[in-house]
């Protein structure tokens, strides 16, 4: 539940940039932000291989009952993963402003304020990843801790800060995109150095930071383990900027306005997915690791009946509050409106399918078989859904996408 709760409140909060931008700095702002958003959060990707893969095999060990290498573990992959988190935020930085330039060319409206908006909001926000890549890690550490109401403490502290440094520095300073950049990224600090400090003071906890020579062997185990997650979140980026792309192509600013309220939508609900998923693999990991093959499949049977139910519970929420959500982030452009309602019920369907695949890759990271788990990932996303976008969006243009999404799902849960 813990893990469930923090994903669906860093969505909310992530809800609350896009709503402060649309309704205080316009929808070019809005547009700009969610621009180039994908492509601040390939980084992120690194948090969840660290986090999943090194999580699993602690707790594999765990299982094993080695209480220090697990520890080893747990110290030697929250070490790689700020060195690799700083590196990669600053040449991130740099990135920023020829990735908005490439996609902006492909628009068939030149809206040079959405190209100003997007290279402001984007360069911040890439300085603060490493603090994003470090509460991705913590989250399924806190599960290995047996503490995971712990975990969502820190991120319930890091949403606030955002969502008062929006009201604040957007709501009240008018910053635009770069007062919610800028509380995006104090927030990212607060959910992910602040368990830092939790692991160092607390001595009596299940998991610990212990000073430890560099074991290439573990680390190695633990990324190959969390490959999936990694391939996931890299592809899920660049699927992201690729719908953006074609939707400049065929809708202009128009469709990613529409395009990223659906994904406000989206991470909500996939946050319950994933934080099954967060929640789950350690479990499966420990009774993988105690030879406890009974409680496997029975974590199996009953989290598939979850996910099956909750993706209808989605579908039919979706499609009852289209309007109503289109209508807070539209600033009132009637236009946006009826395309994002219009999208909104068509992209529904996917839910009903993106539990199935989601739950079992992350079940065979538990396993700690990367491969087939990075296998999955990459079918779902890079296969069925990037391919399903070129190949609708050629027969059927700019509604074609809206449907590429629903029918990469269905196929990804089949296979």
Not at 27 to 34: D, S
Not at 65 to 78: C, E, T
Not at 186 to 197: H, M, N, R, T
Request: proline share 2%.
């Amino acid at each position: 539940i813990a893990p469930i709760l923090m994903l669906l409140f860093t969505s909310v909060y992530g809800m609350v940039d896009g709503l402060c931008v649309s309704n205080f700095a316009g929808l070019n702002a809005y547009a700009g932000l969610n621009l180039i958003y994908p492509a601040t959060m390939i980084i992120g990707g690194i948090g969840f291989m660290f986090g999943a893969g090194g999580s699993a095999l602690s707790s594999k060990k765990l299982g094993e009952k080695d209480q220090y290498g697990a520890n080893q573990v747990f110290s030697n992959m929250l070490s790689w993963a700020l060195v690799i988190g700083v590196i990669l935020s600053v040449i991130g930085f740099f990135t920023v402003k020829p990735i908005v330039y490439f996609l902006a060319n492909l628009s068939k409206d030149n809206n040079p304020e959405m190209i100003s908006e997007a290279i402001n909001y984007g360069k911040i926000l890439m300085l603060g990843q490493f603090g994003f890549i470090l509460q991705m890690f913590f989250q399924d550490y806190f599960i290995v801790n047996e503490t995971p109401g712990k975990g969502f403490l820190f991120t319930f502290a890091g949403g606030m800060t955002n969502i008062v440094g929006d009201l604040l520095l957007v709501g009240v300073f008018k910053w635009g995109v770069i007062g919610a950049a800028i509380a995006t990224v104090f927030g990212f600090l607060v959910a992910g150095v602040g368990p830092i400090i939790y692991f160092l003071i607390n001595k009596h906890t299940k998991i610990n930071i212990i000073k430890c020579k560099n074991d290439i062997k573990a680390i190695l185990q633990g990324l190959l383990n969390g490959l999936s997650e990694f391939v996931g979140n890299i592809a899920l980026s660049i699927c992201g900027i690729i719908f953006n792309a074609l939707l400049l192509k065929y809708l202009g600013s128009s469709g990613v306005i529409a395009y990223g309220t659906i994904n406000y939508v989206l991470l909500t609900f996939i946050g319950i997915y994933i934080g099954l998923s967060i929640g789950t693999a350690p479990i499966v990991g420990y009774n993988y690791g105690a030879k406890n093959y009974d409680e496997l499949h029975n974590i199996t049977k009953k989290s598939l009946i979850i996910v099956v139910i909750t993706g209808l519970i989605m579908l039919a929420l979706s499609e009852a509050l289209a309007y109503p959500i289109a209508l807070i982030f539209s600033n009132n452009d009637q236009e946006i409106i009826n395309l994002t309602v219009h999208a909104m019920r068509i992209y529904s369907i996917a839910y009903v399918f993106c539990g199935i695949s989601m739950f079992l890759s992350s079940f065979f990271t538990g396993l700690n078989n990367g491969p087939l788990s990075a296998l999955i990932s990459l079918l779902r996303i890079a296969i069925f859904q990037i391919g399903m976008a070129f190949l609708l969006s050629f027969l059927f243009e700019g509604e074609g996408i809206w449907w590429a999404i629903p029918v990469a799902e269905c196929s990804s849960a089949l296979f």
